[in-house]
């Protein structure tokens, strides 16, 4: 079973071929940071425009890095969902046109279940887990309990917590995207200098707005010298540490409320470092495992939305070419 993956939800376009649901056979992506980093975030229209002229030339490259023609595709999966319309649109017009063109069997995949499905590309993980999807779009709690059974425990009220690091980098001149700078300069900073608090919200629910207006309000208050690195990185490290001390505690909570036995965490936030060690920190002391897929099956990529595919096909699901796409879930 040959499944094509097609990605082009917000500002990278991705293709790949995973065969029986296991061995990559092409995962190709081609990222656009160089013309967002301009304007400090990711411009709707440009990234469509984009998308447009990169995807024939990647689903060209992929089947032949997968030493394969368009005919022996048994399926092709795509994001429809969620994500910025006109980028969508993109990768879900062309999907169609593949399908309705040779014939192929088409399947809309939900981004975010391809983020929390990542990790199994690598291991699986024993049903039922509890999955945090962070990225510069979401932030997302789910019950996962089967393949493809997901029950939504929370979500951001506000900025995602991708977001807050771009926002906060931005204000602290990192650059964009702000994560991986933020996550780099942090670790010569002290987390503990500056106490940056986050919005405590109901339930299961995040908030990420406040921590990055208290590191605005913190710069204006106290004008620290930003071109004094040490300085930088202090602030850098201490507002991480609220955004990571937020999500841990949050995502551990509803681990053992629902009394399960592994957390997935996914998505381009579950890149950072000390995410990372917090999360193994934590769990470890609560006799939960966590699991991380590796940083590129973190980030968007197609390969994900291929796993997805392979599972849904094999069940027999299909969809039509009336298929639409969807900002939210
Ligand atoms: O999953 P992703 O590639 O795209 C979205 O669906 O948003 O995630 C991108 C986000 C950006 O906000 C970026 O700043 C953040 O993930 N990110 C990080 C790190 N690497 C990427 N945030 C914190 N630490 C990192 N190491
Ligand atoms: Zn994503």
Do not use: W
């Amino acid at each position: 079973m040959l499944v094509m993956g097609i990605e082009s939800s917000c500002d990278d376009t991705g293709v790949a071929v995973l065969k029986d649901g296991k061995e990559p056979l092409a995962n190709l992506l081609s990222s656009q940071v160089k013309i967002h980093s301009i304007f400090g975030g990711v411009v709707p229209e440009l990234a469509a425009r984009k998308h447009l002229d990169n995807i024939l030339p990647l689903t060209h490259k992929a089947l032949s890095e997968a030493g394969i023609s368009l005919s022996d595709i048994d399926c092709i999966g795509v994001t429809n969902r969620p994500g910025l319309v006109p980028s969508l649109l993109v990768g879900l017009t062309f999907a169609k046109g593949l399908s309705f063109g040779k014939d192929i069997p088409l399947i809309g995949v939900n981004h975010l279940e391809a983020h929390a499905f990542a990790v199994f590309l690598e291991r699986e993980v024993e049903f039922p887990f509890v999955c945090l999807v962070v990225s510069g779009g979401h932030t997302n709690l789910f019950l996962v309990e089967d393949y493809g059974v997901m029950k939504l425990l929370g979500k951001t009220l506000d900025d995602a917590a991708g977001e807050a690091f771009d926002k906060v980098a931005k204000l602290l001149g990192l650059g964009y995207p702000g994560g991986p700078v933020i996550d780099a300069i942090s670790k010569k900073g002290d987390p503990s200098r500056i106490r940056f608090p986050v919005s405590r919200v109901d339930g299961y629910n995040f908030s990420f707005s406040g921590v990055k207006t208290a590191v605005m309000m913190y710069l204006k208050r106290e004008n620290p010298d930003l071109s004094d690195e040490a300085v930088k990185a202090d602030i850098a490290a201490s507002f991480q540490e609220a955004v990571v001390k937020a999500l841990v505690e949050k995502t551990l909570k509803a681990a053992s409320d629902y009394g399960v036995k592994s957390v997935v965490v996914s998505g381009g936030v579950a890149c950072n470092s000390r995410l990372r060690e917090a999360f193994c920190r934590c769990s470890g002391e609560l006799g939960i495992s966590c699991h991380f897929p590796s940083p590129g099956l973190c980030t968007d990529n197609a390969l994900m939305v291929a796993y997805v595919a392979s599972y849904r096909f094999e069940r027999g699901e299909r969809d039509a070419l009336d298929l639409d796409a969807f900002s939210r879930i």
